[in-house]
């Protein structure tokens, strides 16, 4: 009872009496803006009086004037505007207008839909307000997204577009505007690039959109499209243009909140295309745009007409209830009551405004059943200069019309590749150096071409693949590029100095990927992978000598064969001499019975008759005859007889394995040193190069190389940064290194394919080692729209062999000597030390037989009876007696028989003289 009587007195309230009489009723409706836009409420209170002087001919209200609470909320606040929102709906409105953002109106629906208040958005355009029931009391003035992606997606089908990047704020609005567009990309497989989603802060500021922008202008599609909230649009603008993104060859395409919010951008736009709702020349968009124009000397925007439209959309609710018959009582809603206290004619209201139809400042106001427009139109505008220009149009469901000879894209370019190529069709400026085979002077009328080489061809079919065109120019300088300090400023000379101040768009030529330089600009992807090498002479080969054929050992080991044969000959001696069961024992036998039967010995004759009855066996291994053997058995020519015992033929079997170890290698070895005609490396590696100061060694000044050696901290790197002897030009170290024949000895370090080229062209020229292993790459500005695509098109041409064919090409050796650089070095002692050992080892076994023997035959002498011993101490006793008196009078005897030999030649010499 008690809210019916507030109902009645919120109603008398709105009835008063004009001079004559008569009765008028006042509806109020609620409206909210952001405080962006002051102008909205101008526009509004504009209308809503033309509206009340009933100036508006389809839209005659009788004694009904409209009156409007207008409250001012963050756009991104949803709070902020549901606060106000339950501030108006308590001061008895029937309809709420507003909010302007999707999250917002979504946010007041929630309260308006319980509390039974109709509420009409202006340019919400989210499609979940759409499709989600609990917006029963929401009507729309604009069309949701969904149907501006498809418009999107029609332009970029109409272009054959398959590659894009999609920009849009992290609001709902952000995120929901090119949802549908995304889909149907997955649909159609096109490929978006890029998708990024810009934050928003308290200020409306949009944090680090230039790191938004980079990753779009990386991702390799030329092609934007731009979904946010208008009052983002001009910083984001303002920031694509810093970074060439709005240069002739992008396309964006903006949603339709930009030319909603601005008539007019800058300059540098020229060529944007968006979309803006339908605005068509209505008899209302006339009279309003002039009476605004008079009141206030400026032009109403796309957005004042939308807020605008709303109010006309009520204004005809009013209009359907005056002529049904119907009263409204409005009543003050409290948001915070509990239970919720609807508005009883809450419903009666909405679905008078649903019913209505009318004129507005676009297409007709008509409303579906879920509350959205009845018409779907888009205008397709384009920025001629800095205003926007109607292009074509789009309606639902799916027909696009364009006007291909009005359009055109950024800076006036017709058409955009389809590939996103940011090369194709321009011609960019190439830096190099002359550097053989890379680079090379030709002087070639017939083709008007000025170089040659293995740069020269990668460019041209870099070129051919992307549809560029490139011209040449060499490096001012004179170098590849290294950091110095100029004027206490860090500054880069050389081919990296001029892509980084941008004089030329590549540097094409042998430049190793360095960490340094690619502080300041990019590199592509490897074309060749090498390292450094050392250049350096030649030198002959040692002059032919007498003595060449025993080079292949040294004087070491030559020493150690005549040494081991006089060992070996003096043991064999020996050990025949002593052993009992060798030749010089077996004669013994004959003998020793003897000396056992005559205490005083054996007589000379007795002896003479035994030596001259047993001289093969006592002669069979003399010292000399065991020399002679020994050599013999060393030369592999074999021999007439062979020791008997086997202390003696331990010693003769590891001499013939060792003749045989020794001689293989002697015969392996002389073979390439009589028949090997070279020329030998000075040195034979970096680290001997370090260590000698017989050869100064350098590498070309600021370059990778020279950065490498300053920065080294290991060894052997370390130590040759001191005393490095650099050059300028590559060319000047080769030069120096051939000319270390007739002065200075020098050795070059450089990368390894230009110095194997230096080689392959002189042959007295050769390469040491490999080390630091890096590869050739082209140079591009940092952030360089070029890096993607000529990385792609590197990667094809390496898997194709292209890079491989043109080394061959331009790296194939002509020096056509077949003389190989390997050292053969003689056999060093160490080598054959072990055979050495054996040897000694073999004597020394031998020995230790020997007593084994001795003792076997002292015991056999002991059991015989015509040995006269006691036992078996007596036994070796009297054996070793018996061969040392054998050697004695082995030694008497022939000093006996040369004193005989010596006195027959002189009485031969008498007889002679006295014939």
């Not at 501006?148 to 272009?159: C, L």
């Not at 005809?316 to 919720?340: D, V």
């Not at 040491?768 to 094809?796: M, P, R, V, W």
Request: aromatic letters at 10%; a positive charge; charged letters at 15%.
């Amino acid at each position: 009872m008690k809210s019916l009587v507030i109902a009645n007195l919120v109603f008398l309230q709105i009835i008063i009496f004009n001079g004559y009489g008569d009765a008028q009723e006042i509806y109020k409706f609620g409206l909210i803006t952001p405080p962006q836009f002051p102008e909205l409420e101008r526009a509004i209170n504009m209308t809503m009086a033309m509206i009340n002087n009933k100036e508006i001919a389809s839209l005659q209200l009788g004694n009904v004037k409209l009156s409007g609470i207008f409250r001012s909320a963050d756009i991104f606040s949803p709070y902020d505007n549901l606060r106000k929102a339950c501030e108006i709906m308590s001061q008895g409105i029937v309809t709420l207008i507003g909010p302007l953002s999707s999250s917002a109106t979504k946010g007041v629906q929630n309260i308006c839909s319980p509390l039974q208040m109709p509420q009409i958005a202006p340019v919400a355009t989210d499609p979940s307000l759409s499709s989600n029931f609990n917006y029963n009391y929401l009507l729309r003035i604009i069309a949701p997204d969904n149907f501006q992606s498809t418009a999107i997606a029609s332009i970029v089908e109409r272009y054959k577009w398959t590659k894009m990047s999609i920009l849009a704020s992290s609001t709902d609005f952000g995120i929901n505007a090119l949802t549908e567009f995304r889909q149907i990309a997955s649909r159609k497989l096109w490929r978006i690039l890029s998708f990024e989603l810009y934050a928003i802060q308290n200020n409306s500021y949009v944090a680090d959109i230039e790191g938004y922008l980079q990753r779009i202008k990386s991702a390799g599609s030329k092609v934007v499209i731009l979904g946010c909230e208008g009052e983002h649009a001009t910083q984001i603008f303002e920031a694509a243009n810093r970074l060439g993104l709005l240069s002739r060859g992008w396309a964006w395409i903006v949603v339709d909140t930009v030319p909603s919010l601005y008539p007019t951008l800058p300059s540098y736009t020229n060529g944007i295309i968006s979309l803006r709702y339908y605005q068509t020349e209505t008899s209302i968009l006339r009279s309003i745009r002039a009476r605004y124009k008079q009141l206030y000397n400026k032009e109403l925007q796309v957005l004042h007409y939308r807020y605008i439209d709303a109010l006309l959309a009520f204004g005809y609710g009013i209009k359907n209830m005056k002529q049904k018959g119907i009263t409204i009582i409005p009543t003050s809603l409290n948001c915070s009551s509990n239970p919720t206290q609807p508005w009883t004619n809450g419903a009666k209201m909405l679905q008078l405004i649903k019913e209505s139809s009318g004129e507005s400042t676009s297409s007709p106001i008509n409303f579906t059943a879920l509350g959205g427009p009845t018409y779907k139109i888009w205008d397709v505008v384009n920025l001629h200069g800095t205003t926007w220009s109607t292009v074509g149009n789009f309606t639902v469901p799916n027909q696009l019309n364009l006007d291909g000879n009005s359009i055109y894209f950024m800076d006036g370019a017709r058409i955009i590749a389809d590939s996103g190529s940011f090369l194709k069709g321009k011609t960019i400026v190439v830096t190099t150096i002359i550097e053989p085979p890379f680079t090379m002077i030709e002087d070639n009328p017939a083709t008007g071409r000025n170089y040659k080489g293995y740069i020269i061809d990668m460019m041209d079919k870099l070129a051919s693949s992307l549809n560029f065109n490139y011209t040449v120019r060499l490096v001012a300088d004179g170098q590849y590029g290294a950091q110095t300090m100029v004027d206490g400023a860090p500054q880069w000379s050389g081919m990296v100095g001029e892509v980084e101040r941008r004089v030329a768009d590549i540097a094409a030529a042998p430049l190793s990927i360095s960490p340094v330089r690619q502080q300041v600009v990019d590199f592509s992807m490897p074309y060749i992978d090498q390292g450094l090498t050392v250049l350096t002479l030649k030198t002959s080969g040692q002059t032919p000598s007498l003595f060449q054929a025993f080079l292949p050992l040294t004087g070491e080991v030559w020493l150690c064969i005549l040494l081991s044969i006089t060992l070996v000959a003096i043991a064999v001696t020996f050990i025949n001499r002593f052993s009992p069961f060798d030749h010089y024992g077996k004669a013994c036998k004959q003998i020793q019975p003897l000396y056992n039967s005559n205490q005083t010995g054996v007589s000379d004759k007795d002896y003479e008759t035994w030596m001259i009855e047993n001289e093969e066996d006592i002669e069979a291994f003399s010292l000399y005859n065991s020399l002679w053997y020994t050599l013999e058995s060393f030369l592999l020519q074999g021999a007439d007889r062979t020791p008997r015992s086997f202390s003696a033929r331990l010693i003769t079997a590891v001499w013939w394995l060792a003749s045989v170890i020794i001689t293989s290698t002697y015969t392996a070895n002389l073979a390439a040193f009589l028949t090997v005609n070279r020329l030998q490396p000075t040195i034979t590696s970096l680290a001997e190069l370090s260590k000698t100061s017989a050869i100064n060694y350098g590498v070309l000044g600021n370059s990778s190389a020279e950065t490498f050696f300053q920065q080294s901290t290991i060894s052997p790197y370390i130590d040759m940064k001191h005393k490095l002897k650099n050059v300028q030009s590559t060319t000047d170290g080769i030069n120096r290194v051939v000319n270390s024949f007739q002065g200075e000895k020098y050795a070059f370090i450089g990368d390894a394919s230009l110095l194997n080229y230096a080689k392959s062209q002189n042959c007295n020229l050769t390469t040491i080692g490999s080390f630091k292993k890096d590869s050739y790459a082209l140079i591009l500005s940092k952030e360089s729209l070029f890096l993607k695509e000529i990385n792609i098109e590197i990667f094809k041409l390496r898997e194709e062999g292209f890079f491989e064919a043109t080394r061959v090409k331009w790296f194939e050796a002509t020096c056509t000597t077949t003389t190989k650089t390997t050292t053969y070095d003689p056999v060093k002692l160490e080598s054959l030390i072990g055979v050495f050992y054996i040897i000694m080892a073999s004597i020394g076994m031998s020995i230790v037989i020997l007593a084994i023997e001795w003792t076997i035959a002292g015991i056999q002498d002991s059991h015989r009876r015509n040995v006269k011993v006691k036992n078996f101490s007596d036994a070796i006793r009297q054996r070793f007696r018996f061969v040392i008196n054998n050697i004695a009078k082995d030694l008497s005897s022939r000093r006996n028989v040369e004193a005989d030999t010596k006195q027959s030649k002189k009485g031969s010499n008498k007889i002679g003289v006295m014939v």
